[in-house]
């Protein structure tokens, strides 16, 4: 089924497209019409006239704009793209992540990761396994989800303790230390989504 909001937008001419994306990396730069005239050389009616899809601006006066926006030139046509970032990874398949600074077993898959906008969006599938040493603590920007499958764990996250059992599932910001304390079953695999700023 179509979606008529989508469809009239990729039925909008070019120019007003455009137009469109020029005006809103102004706003976003936190820019009038006047500092953006002032930094990039174009004059104040001429850069009203793009934002109002009135004309077409040269490739010279976007990326007269773009500098002065400090954003690359290619921000303005990243409407008129009809594809979007899609990660498709078959069950038992995906890509091991080594990483350092953990005493305890884990065995990072990595199975999905878009990039949109601002944010990084990754999924992994995570085995522990017995024996397990230490209490390794995480804290970064963001927000994760995780959702056991297989075992049980004991799981810290700030100053709380949750015992995690299969289908049981966590939603927190990172920022709060967070990291498992110690299994209860010889191996736990877990679901864990993060979504935090593009690095």
């Known amino acids: 089924m179509r979606d008529p909001e989508n469809s ?3 039925s909008r001419p070019l120019d007003s497209v455009i ?3 020029v005006k809103n ?5 936190g820019m009038t019409l006047n500092d953006l005239s002032q930094r990039s050389g174009v004059s104040t009616a001429m850069i009203s006239k793009i934002e109002r899809g009135q004309v077409s601006g040269s490739i010279a006066t976007l990326q007269a704009l773009a500098t002065a926006m400090c954003v690359p030139i290619i921000n303005f046509f990243a409407e008129t793209v009809e594809h979007r970032e899609i990660s ?15 005493t305890y077993g884990h065995d ?4 999905g990761k878009v990039s949109s906008g601002e944010i ?3 999924t992994f599938l995570i085995t522990l396994t017995q ?5 390794p603590v995480f804290q970064h920007a963001g927000v994760e989800f995780i959702r056991v499958e297989r075992g049980v764990m004991l799981y810290r996250c700030g100053d709380r303790t949750f015992r995690l059992e299969p289908g049981d599932s966590l939603t927190f910001e990172t920022e709060a230390p967070h990291g498992p304390l110690s299994l209860e079953t010889p191996e736990v695999v877990f679901l ?8």
């Open 108 to 111: 990072y898959r990595l199975i």
């Open 120 to 122: 990084d969006f990754e």
């Open 131 to 135: 024996p397990a040493a230490g209490e």
């Open 19 to 21: 137009g469109a994306a």
């Open 8 to 10: 009239a937008d990729r």
């Open 192 to 199: 864990t989504v993060i979504a935090r700023p593009r690095r």
């Open 88 to 102: 498709f990874v078959r069950a038992g398949a995906g890509i091991d992540v080594q990483r350092s600074g953990s």
């Open 25 to 29: 990396g102004r706003a976003q730069a």
